[in-house]
């Protein structure tokens, strides 16, 4: 699961509690890994009861005592391990492609809106993530290396090139629709 192994990997950075954690997630790996923090709290106790984190409990004076979580040397060399199995990418899933599977049952009107929000939708997700570098400077101040922040910044990058392609193609569809332009543009087929 690869909650787990995000957690692990946030940990080994420095220790944190549930609270930070999803903090982290939600300023660094949320364009492409959400979590929950109910998720995040019962990944961390089944990882506590793996051996692979340790759990402190922290009194504070004005709060509820505060667990802090540290990775171990086990689970050190079990996201070590994970991080070194190469990848099959996942399953493409997509509920959005399979309404614009059936879409041709609809008339131009109707797809052109659904297009239309989609677009408004994936443009509102890429100003999330041309936002995210300046969201950074925490990390930077925390782990203070070029190479890793290199690599944060690969996932940004990503998501950045696909939320464009995604408009550009939308773009494209609604021109077409708009046009009456019913051509297979893959491979040339179709009529106007």
């Known amino acids: 699961m690869t909650l787990e192994f995000a957690i692990l990997g946030f940990l080994n950075y420095s220790p944190l509690s549930g609270y930070d954690l999803k903090k982290i997630f939600d300023n660094s790996v949320r364009h ?25 409990k922290v009194e504070q004076a004005t709060r509820p005592d505060r667990k802090v979580y540290s990775i171990t040397d086990s689970g050190r060399q079990e996201f070590r391990r994970w991080l070194t199995i190469p990848v099959a990418g996942d399953s493409p899933r997509s509920t959005p492609l399979v309404q614009v599977f059936f879409s041709g049952q609809l008339s131009d009107e109707e797809v052109l809106t659904f297009f239309e929000g989609g677009r408004a939708q994936i443009q509102a ?10 969201n950074v400077e925490f990390y930077r101040q925390r782990i203070n290396n070029r190479r ?10 990503n998501g950045i090139m696909t939320m464009q392609a995604t408009l550009d193609w939308m773009d494209s569809v609604i021109e077409r629709i708009k046009n009456k332009d019913y051509t297979n543009r893959l491979f040339g087929e179709g009529k106007k």
């Open 148 to 157: 890793e922040e290199f690599f944060w910044f690969l996932t940004l990058e």
């Open 32 to 56: 492409f890994w959400q979590a929950d923090q109910s998720q995040i709290y019962r990944t961390l106790a089944k990882l506590s009861e793996q051996g692979m984190v340790t759990v402190e």
């Open 125 to 134: 997700l890429l100003d999330v993530y041309t936002q995210v570098p300046p």
